[in-house]
């Protein structure tokens, strides 16, 4: 028996039979007699080139040790099953069982993209804080205002009251 890495690409709309299709190959293999070193749904990441007008896909990887006609039946699969946009059977001299370098790179992808949601959240969090703290500071100084204007007035209605009070004073003499 060979040991083989099997790495497919599924159609973005249909990503959700990512896992469906490796269970399935790794049936075929189990039931010819050979072994799954290692099976991954890596997820969706975005494509160097465009593949049948798709910019992303949901890559799946296997590492096995079967025979040759269990390979016969995966390609075969792999060629009448739609929702598989690319696949690629390779040989390798070993058996695989660490994680692939695709999955970790997807990994970190996430944990900084998190890390960039996560900021973003931060920013826009403090970002409205400080408006708040600026209607707060502006509402008060609109009242305040406010406040001095009828002040104001209310002083020039006393100063006016004074010259009334002087004028009918003098008008009752």
Request: negative net charge.
């Amino acid at each position: 028996m060979r040991h083989y890495e099997i790495v497919f690409l599924v159609h973005p709309d249909q990503s959700d039979q990512t896992s469906s299709i490796i269970s399935k190959l790794s049936s075929v293999v189990t039931e010819s007699g050979g072994t799954v070193h290692r099976s991954e749904k890596i997820g969706n990441r975005k494509l160097a080139y465009p593949i049948q007008d798709q910019f992303k896909a949901s890559y799946g990887l296997l590492n096995i040790e079967c025979s040759q006609m269990a390979i016969d039946e995966i390609k075969n699969s792999f060629k009448f099953n739609d929702s598989v946009i690319r696949d690629l059977i390779l040989n390798t001299k070993k058996s695989l069982t660490e994680d692939s370098a695709l999955l970790n790179q997807t990994k970190e992808d996430s944990e900084k993209e998190s890390y960039e949601q996560e900021k973003q959240r931060k920013y826009e969090e403090e970002k409205s804080l400080k408006e708040a703290q600026q209607n707060k500071a502006k509402e008060k100084r609109d009242k305040e205002k406010l406040i001095s204007r009828e002040a104001q007035a209310s002083e020039e209605k006393n100063e006016e009251l004074p010259e009334l009070k002087e004028e009918t004073s003098v008008s009752k003499e």
